[in-house]
């Protein structure tokens, strides 16, 4: 498909909300991702440096 301007580029051949859309929620869903991934590996982290603090050990701390 060639665009003839950056309007046409942006509308996708009347597929905009479709396509823009889709990309939006795989960037947001990779940001959590990506979030998730960095507070896990925290926690882990301190678990670690610390496994004898019980207000540290979430893996462990069910109610």
Do not use: C, K
Request: aromatic letters at 14%; hydrophobic letters at 45%.
């Amino acid at each position: 498909m060639q665009w003839l301007s950056v309007a046409d580029f942006l509308n996708m051949g009347g597929y905009a909300f479709y396509v823009w859309g889709s990309f939006g929620i795989t960037a947001l869903v990779a940001i959590f991702e990506i979030w998730q991934v960095r507070a896990q590996r925290r926690d882990i982290l301190r678990n670690l440096s610390n496994p004898s603090d019980p207000q540290t050990d979430s893996l462990h701390n069910t109610p």
